[in-house]
């Protein structure tokens, strides 16, 4: 296999945005049509719990993966991608099982509720499981080109979720069953089943010999950008951990459901241009066509626009529209989200931006970036702590030292694109 096996079926980047758009925009509706039942039926300590849990697991998703899903878009020849899917595959079940026994033997202080252990020992192992095959299955349609798989997935498995937690909120009235998470744990199983089709040409037995070599050659990625991903959206996920410590998970679900609400319009943008980005972006680096700062800058332009609507729309509009959506109780999470709208706004242009620099092996400039970020959101942590600070006050530090990294990221992604094409 060659590299010009790249350029066979690839489907166009605007066909691409077009399909993941769609797929994306039709699991979110389903979504946003789900929760006012699931406000309605589940308590805010219950949407507290499955906050926590997904962030757990999209904080520690990259490290358990070995950061090899992002190294499927490196290699020139498809061949060399069996041993890194061995490797992540391997790292991926040590990790649940670990995951399980921590579930069980944990302090009560950062361990789910008593009565929750035992349903939460299969389940959160088996939501990062599904997780981490999701996200390998999509770093692998991407780079066959193959975007109409991923927005397949998108839609089918955000409305399993929403079916699956509606049909589970009968049996969530006790105190030992959490169908929220539950609920999530299947339909990111559909997700995964639906995307491994797209991802069985690439698999092939591999020897311990291939897989030893396969490490040394990309070692940067469980060693560097493993844990930089890691750290970045643990940083990202700080307001709920914090929420949960500090406030209680009944507050910690009004801080999920505020970042739901506004997920929505982030996912349908963000998820479809990042899988776009990334595709085209690392065809031009294995390439070597000068047009990186070019597709850098025509993405920017787009999540700029799109960007600063989502901004005015939640800021003039989130305190009448959620209580409205949601019912009663939900006060604090329109509140929340009126916080969020810059943050919101600098995000959905961010994030999809960030994988130049491991596209670029920048790991040192991304080490920097990721570091002082943990750094000024810990500043803003020990803020709120000193100064005594509300719910409301404490996440307006955090989310403007958040909206101010991700500005600061942007402009050095903007550099590095820049320096490589001359």
């Known amino acids: ?135 390998l299955f999509t770093q692998l349609a991407v780079r066959a080109g193959k975007y109409s798989g991923i927005g397949t997935r998108n839609s089918v498995q955000s409305i399993a979720i929403s079916v699956a937690q509606l049909l589970f909120a009968p049996l969530s009235r006790g105190n030992g069953f959490n169908g929220l998470v539950v609920g999530a744990t299947l339909g990111s199983t559909v997700g995964a ?55 209680g998970a009944a507050e910690s679900g009004q801080v999920g459901m505020a970042e739901r609400l506004v997920a929505i319009p982030l996912a349908l943008v963000g998820l479809a241009t990042s899988s776009v980005f990334s595709g085209e ?34 800021a003039g509009l989130a305190q009448y529209a959620i209580p409205f959506v949601l019912g009663d109780g939900w006060q604090n999470a329109a509140q929340i989200a009126q916080v969020m709208a810059l943050v919101a706004a600098t995000r959905l242009v961010c994030n999809p931006l960030r994988g130049v620099f491991r596209l670029l092996s920048k790991g040192l400039l991304l080490t920097l970036l990721d570091t002082s970020r943990v750094i000024a959101i810990a500043l803003a942590l020990a803020a709120t702590w000193w100064y005594e600070l509300d719910l409301i006050g404490s996440l307006t530090a955090i989310y403007a030292v958040m909206a101010g990294s991700d500005i600061v990221a942007w402009f050095a992604g903007f550099v590095v694109s820049h320096r490589e094409d001359r």
Not at 18 to 43: E, H, K, N
């Open 193 to 247: 089943a639906l995307l491994l089709p797209r991802a069985r040409p690439y698999f092939r037995r591999v020897s311990p010999r291939e897989c030893f070599s396969a490490m040394r050659r990309y070692w940067r990625f469980p060693a560097l950008f493993a844990p930089l991903n890691s750290l970045s959206l643990a940083s990202q996920q700080a307001p709920i951990f914090f929420t949960a410590l500090w406030f």
């Open 1 to 135: 296999m060659n590299a010009d096996e790249d350029l066979a079926g690839r489907e166009s980047a605007r066909r691409g945005f077009g399909r993941i758009a769609a797929g994306t925009a039709l699991g979110q509706v389903a979504t946003f049509i789900a929760l006012p039942f699931l406000s309605r039926f589940y308590s805010a300590e219950q949407f507290g719990i499955l906050a926590v849990s997904l962030a757990v697991v999209a904080a520690v998703a990259p490290i358990v993966l070995l950061g090899f899903d992002h190294a499927m878009l490196v290699p020139k020849k498809n061949g060399d991608l069996g041993p890194l899917i061995t490797c992540a595959a391997i790292s991926v079940v040590l990790a649940c099982c670990g995951v399980a026994i921590f579930v069980l033997v944990a302090p009560d202080a950062v361990a789910p509720p008593a009565a929750l252990r035992g349903a939460m020992t299969w389940a959160l192992p088996t939501l990062l499981l599904t997780t981490c095959a999701g996200m």
């Open 281 to 314: 972006y690392a065809f031009a680096v294995r390439q070597n066509v000068r047009e990186k700062r070019k597709i850098y800058l025509r993405a920017s332009v787009r999540l700029g626009i799109i960007g600063l609507a989502i901004l005015a729309a939640i």
